[in-house]
């Protein structure tokens, strides 16, 4: 994909279709330890060793298992090629943590690219779910959490098209200063 | 070939680096990876791709590109466009697939 972003959804979206309530998203960039390492943890269903043995394996998934498709295998090729590398941990009815490690400087990385996206529409796939983002550079972080946003909403849904507009130029001013600094 | 007698001759459109414009087609190369690019295009290459980020026009410059051609209608970075019109390097756009392109500049040009 020509985004980072892009995979981040299709995990997320995972992460929702196995009915997960709270998924945290936090991406990690060391430009010094020359890192950037993505994280998508949920509390979903989970999943058992034997299907997790098959995950990673695009010509099995595909065909016997709908649900993860391709989207772990070519994230885990994007890592791999860049030097680094894709892990999942998953418990059946715990939830499943994906971790992907990149070289932050190689060539091959394709960019982040729009994250902002990307976290609104999780957002706005389910309002029920909670969204924790952390966005670490170097020795500085930005988070995000929709519990605490929905508190001060006081009723008012969080798929509310002036809470989205608010929680997407809170998220794009935050990443601008994070990055600059 | 140059580089303004291809985009008259295929009508591609012009993003960014016109300046650049008169510089000498050598060939066409293919290719989205960045680092295998990087080891294989030739100088005065034209080269089509569909990755749109900054690092291209890094390549590009590397490996002495006569211009870039995003296929497919693709949408291009901003930085991108900024860092193509720096360099002077032009960065071009088609709505067609690289391998139509290929083909047309085949019919364009005496390129081998």
């Known amino acids: 994909m020509k985004e980072l972003a892009l995979h981040i959804l299709d995990i997320a979206e995972n992460s929702i279709r196995a009915e997960a309530t709270e998924i945290k998203i936090t991406i990690v960039e060391d430009v010094v330890l020359d890192v950037l390492e993505i994280t998508i943890e949920d509390n979903g269903a989970g999943m058992d060793n034997e299907f997790l043995d098959r995950v990673l394996d695009p010509f099995i998934t595909t065909r016997t298992t709908r649900k993860v498709g391709l989207g772990l295998p070519l994230f885990k090729l994007a890592a791999q090629q860049c030097n680094g590398d894709l892990i999942i941990e998953s418990r059946k009815d715990i939830g499943t943590k994906v971790k992907a490690t990149f070289q932050h400087s190689h060539i091959d990385r394709v960019p982040l690219g729009n994250i902002v996206d990307t976290i609104v529409a999780i957002i706005l796939a389910d309002e029920k779910i909670d969204i924790k983002y952390k966005h670490v550079y170097n020795s500085d972080e930005f988070f995000l959490d929709t519990v605490e946003i929905k508190e001060v909403l006081k009723g008012v849904p969080i798929t509310n098209i002036d809470v989205i507009l608010w929680i997407k130029s809170h998220i794009k001013e935050a990443l601008k200063e994070l990055v600059k600094s | ?112």
């Open chain 2, 1 to 112: 070939m140059l580089v303004k007698e291809l985009i008259q001759a295929l009508d591609l459109e012009v993003i960014a680096g016109i300046e650049g414009e008169d510089r000498e087609i050598t060939g066409v190369y293919i290719s989205d990876l960045l680092s295998w690019v990087m080891a294989n295009l030739q100088a005065g290459n034209v080269w089509i791709t569909i990755q749109t980020h900054v690092n291209v026009v890094a390549v590009a410059l590397l490996g002495e590109a006569s211009c870039m051609i995003i296929p497919e209608g693709a949408e291009i970075d901003e930085n991108t466009i900024e860092k193509a019109n720096q360099e002077k390097i032009p960065l071009l756009r088609s709505k067609l697939t690289a391998y139509q392109l290929a083909l047309k500049i085949k019919e364009a040009s005496n390129l081998k």
